[in-house]
């Protein structure tokens, strides 16, 4: 190291630690209750019983390092918040990162408004995490008591956090929500199209565990996957879909234990040109294992369906080409696989194993779907019941079925 005039090694050394020279670090800074924070800062002090607001961020690409401190307030107030963003088009700053500290005791954990691109990180946050019209955001690895919330955030990732009150992406296209756990909230998806949801734990939500879509007729979330999740023990259906205009993916997910339907499918576009898909999944001890009610086309293919109080699969009076090919589904409640009475639905049901349901093996009871090359063994009643002009593709096997005739209007060998 060249030395400077007048000061040996020692000195500039020092002079490099009271300026931040070298290392590319915040400088050690006192914090007080409302202070607007302008450029990086690492936090050396808990802030205590802040009246209002903990800090609020200035100023754009501003690194804001807790550095293991806490900021607390008295109930009211946000912990951090971003100046000058509202609803009503004042813009706060982009590029925010949030990180490694304790907020808590405050109305709203951290809010922040037309913030792109900011990254909040190893947080204790009591309260919610709040980030509209907030593209490319990323939270991660941080303990939420309370909701993360993001609207209008494409790109945004939502990974690796535990959250209590639940995880909403919203109008946002291309997000992620990762390997996080949810426990007592939902995961929720609203508008625009494909998002991915994947490698979550989601338990005791009060309502559906995922649940895609808005609420709002042809609002949901079209071409989103959800994919190797755990959800369990909630007080609705494990994962619901709303109306889509898109084809939404449900595969490699276990949904157990949930008062409610394992997986819901409710009406959507009958133009879609690629049907809804729900594969792989292994659904077992919810109200029904699956209910199909959509008009816009859907595959339901080798899932393992079991110990439902009531049927395996349920196919509703609204689905149209609905195929429901290679399940296995055991030991339900009622009928194996269900399908309702209705219109001409142009459905499939094939290569399906259907064993010691408690009511029929298959149930079909619409004219104009075929069944074909299903195994239908020691149900109640039934091995396959069809009405007649439901069509028979032959390859049926039944035996060891309550009823001696094992099936009705399809030969079964």
């Not at 020092?14 to 915040?26: D, M, P, T």
């Not at 607390?72 to 100046?83: A, F, L, M, P």
């Not at 309260?127 to 690895?141: F, T, V």
Request: aromatic residues 6%; negative net charge.
């Amino acid at each position: 190291m060249k030395r400077l005039r007048g000061f040996g090694v020692a000195g500039v050394l020092a002079l490099a630690a009271l300026f931040g020279l070298g290392g590319g670090q915040a400088l050690a800074a006192q914090v007080s209750c409302g202070e607007v924070i302008t450029q990086d800062t690492r936090v050396d002090n808990d802030l205590i019983n802040c009246p209002v607001n903990g800090l609020v961020i200035g100023a754009d690409d501003v690194t804001l390092d807790l550095n293991g401190h806490t900021i607390d307030g008295t109930g009211s107030g946000i912990g951090v918040v971003g100046e000058n963003g509202d609803a009503f088009g004042s813009k706060g700053p982009d590029a925010v990162t949030i990180e490694n500290g304790t907020i808590r005791e405050f109305s709203n954990g951290i809010l922040l408004y037309g913030a792109t691109g900011s990254h909040l990180a190893r947080l204790s946050v009591t309260g919610s995490i709040h980030l509209e019209h907030s593209p490319n955001a990323l939270i991660e690895k941080s303990e939420v008591d309370g909701y993360i919330a993001v609207s209008y955030g494409a790109f945004a990732r939502i990974e690796a956090n535990r959250v209590s009150g639940g995880i909403q992406l919203g109008s946002s296209g291309a997000g992620v929500i990762a390997r996080n756990h949810v426990s007592g909230g939902a995961i929720r998806i609203g508008e625009e199209s494909s998002d991915l949801v994947e490698d979550n734990v989601v338990s005791h939500a009060p309502g559906p565990g995922i649940f895609l879509g808005s609420g709002i007729f042809l609002t949901s979330a079209g071409d989103t996957v959800v994919v190797r999740n755990r959800v369990t023990a909630g007080g609705g259906p494990g994962v619901q879909v709303n109306p889509s205009f898109g084809a939404n993916e449900i595969k490699e997910n276990v949904i157990s234990d949930n008062a409610g339907i394992g997986i819901r499918l409710d009406h959507s576009l009958a133009e879609k040109i690629s049907p809804d898909r729900v594969e792989r999944n292994v659904v077992y001890n919810n109200s029904d294992g699956i209910f199909d009610n959509d008009d816009g086309g859907s595959l339901l293919s080798e899932n393992r369906i079991y110990g439902n109080r009531a049927s395996g699969i349920i196919v509703g009076n609204l689905s149209l080409r609905f195929q429901v090919v290679k399940n296995r589904v055991w030991a339900n409640g009622r009928n194996g696989i269900f399908v309702w009475q209705g219109g001409v639905f142009s459905g499939l049901i094939e290569g399906n194993s259907v064993t010691r349901n408690g009511g029929n093996g298959i149930d079909d009871q619409t004219p104009g779907n075929t069944v074909t090359d299903n195994r239908a063994i020691k149900n109640v009643d039934f091995g396959i019941e069809a009405v007649p002009g439901v069509i028979d593709g032959g390859g049926n096997r039944a035996f060891g079925n309550g009823n001696p005739l094992q099936c009705l209007n399809v030969v079964c060998k």
